[in-house]
């Protein structure tokens, strides 16, 4: 994976017009000469892009994980991308479309269905029941239990495993059907250039009677097994997990590549509280394998820096719990509310460990203290992704929140291609594209990294060294003050000079 800035976006929600054409068009806006956003990222993560998109999840619950819906182009224009760019897709490990062929097999055949042993359901995984203290020790993402019952097009009652929705069945994937059918996945994508896949809700893939049936050593055993796959056809592995920041750290020793979600809260926090001490702690210990990410297509994530709650003796968290709860609040004041409307009992798709809102609205639409946001997540060690509505700051999309009632809508805005030509004019999206240009060509960030120590808790001081070449920033959350230097890449003898890239 290249040291360079990525972009994370829904092929249909930029420029898109669902016309067989929107992979074609998201490559002339990322890689031809003279498009709004032509050389500007060194990869790109397609959310997505399956039969179908448009499902109850977004396309995380795809029909046909091996098929790119029509509406937006063909593998062929898969690999047209990859000529140009990283791109990353999505492997949901976790579960299927209960409207993919497989599934409608099973539902009107029944245990006589080639897919039978495909589909979890409770006696698969408590085979002589489940007592209700096994039920409640299943970890949850979300309120209620992770099952389903349903009545089968045959007539058969089942209770299926549903980790997420009644729309998305979970799948066995130890089972011979579940290995091949994952194992096509992975072929599909190596055939068409994809060299980066994110494994999504793998936390949750295996389930075991009378455990949390999440990040279980057989989990891990599972990734492994993945990776080392995938590996073989010349795909690294992204592992997506939110989790208590300790086991982030385990996660990451044993994975290619995990997502720094701690990080968008502490930066909040940060500029909120005008401190950057939990920051700090965090930048010494965090895992250097890392996907930076201020935003997301889900939610901003609020477990990853709170307290164990897998831990009743209550392992702390890297913000108090009090802080954290005024974090909360915080956001929805500084989104003048709309985040409270999107998150938690407010919507559907409910989660319990997630504020939705889009990152520029959280931070109050301040444009200089976002743009520091951006740089102090540029500087840290790893890849950095972001996310479409963020590169364009976006707001919070109140009219499709309303429309579907899904909370984390509010930040999946659709883009048309006047809207994106307006919005890259926008002197905070001009100079966070500038920005991004700057990161991925200085050489000092191909260096070592390091965090001053000093100064008061206000402060934060992190540098690059590469040779000759330099990068430093340095923020005071207190007072706002701050200075981006660097040696010049062309004359890199020369004194480190001022950069002035946030207003």
Excluded at 80 to 86: H, V
Excluded at 115 to 122: C, E, I, K, Q, S
Excluded at 156 to 185: C, K, M, N
Excluded at 485 to 492: I, L, M, T, V
Aim: net charge negative; charged share 20%.
């Amino acid at each position: 994976m290249k040291n360079q800035v990525q972009l994370i976006t829904y092929v249909d929600r930029l420029g898109g017009r669902l016309d067989g054409q929107d992979l074609a068009r998201l490559k002339t806006l990322l890689c031809e000469p003279g498009a709004p956003l032509a050389g500007v990222f060194g990869g790109v993560h397609l959310l997505p892009f399956f039969d179908a998109i448009d499902g109850a999840d977004a396309g995380f619950d795809p029909k046909d994980h091996t098929r790119v819906d029509p509406r937006l182009g063909d593998w062929g224009d898969i690999k047209a991308l990859t000529e140009g760019l990283d791109v990353m897709a999505d492997v949901i490990v976790n579960h299927m479309s209960s409207e993919s062929p497989q599934f409608l097999d099973y539902s009107e055949k029944g245990e006589a269905s080639a897919y039978a042993g495909l589909f979890l359901t409770l006696d698969a995984v408590f085979p002589g029941g489940a007592s209700e203290h096994e039920l409640l020790s299943v970890y949850r993402p979300r309120p209620g239990l992770p099952l389903t019952y349903a009545t089968l097009k045959n007539g058969e009652r089942r209770i299926l495993w549903t980790t997420f929705t009644a729309a998305q069945i979970d799948i066995a994937v130890h089972h011979p059907q579940g290995r091949a059918y994952l194992a096509s996945i992975l072929q599909t994508f190596a055939d068409s250039g994809i060299r980066m896949v994110r494994l999504d809700a793998v936390g949750y893939a295996i389930k075991k009677a009378g455990a949390s049936c999440f990040m279980m050593p057989e989990t891990f055993d599972f990734i492994a097994e993945f990776a080392q796959q995938a590996k073989a056809l010349g795909i690294e592995v992204l592992v997506e997990i939110h989790s208590y920041f300790q086991r982030q750290i385990e996660i990451a020793s044993r994975v290619d590549w995990v997502y720094d979600f701690a990080l968008p809260p502490l930066v909040l926090h940060a500029f909120a509280f005008k401190t950057a001490a939990p920051l700090k702690r965090w930048i010494a210990i965090r895992p250097n394998n890392a996907l930076t990410v201020l935003d997301t297509h889900d939610g901003i994530g609020i477990i990853d820096i709170g307290a164990d709650a897998a831990d009743r003796a209550g392992s702390p968290g890297l913000v108090p719990p009090a802080e954290l709860d005024a974090l909360v609040e915080r956001i929805h004041e500084a989104s003048q509310g709309q985040s409270r409307q999107a998150t938690g009992a407010a919507a559907s798709n409910l989660d319990l460990y997630q504020v939705n809102c889009s990152f520029f609205d959280a931070m109050g639409r301040n444009e200089t203290v976002y743009l520091l946001a951006r740089a102090l997540q540029f500087f840290l060690p790893g890849v950095p992704q972001v996310y479409y509505v963020g590169l364009l700051a976006g707001h919070n999309d109140m009219d499709l929140l309303a429309r579907t009632q899904v909370g984390r809508d509010i930040n999946r805005h659709y883009y048309d291609a006047d809207e994106i030509a307006r919005e890259v004019q926008r002197p905070v999206v001009a100079r966070l594209i500038a920005l991004i240009r700057w990161r991925n060509r200085h050489p000092a960030f191909q260096g070592e990294f390091a965090l001053e120590g000093g100064g008061p808790d206000s402060q934060l001081v992190m540098s690059w060294r590469h040779g000759v070449h330099v990068a430093r920033l340095s923020l005071d959350f207190a007072t706002l003050a701050h200075e981006l230097s660097a040696s010049d890449p062309e004359r890199p003898e020369a004194p480190p000079q001022v950069l002035h890239l946030f207003s």
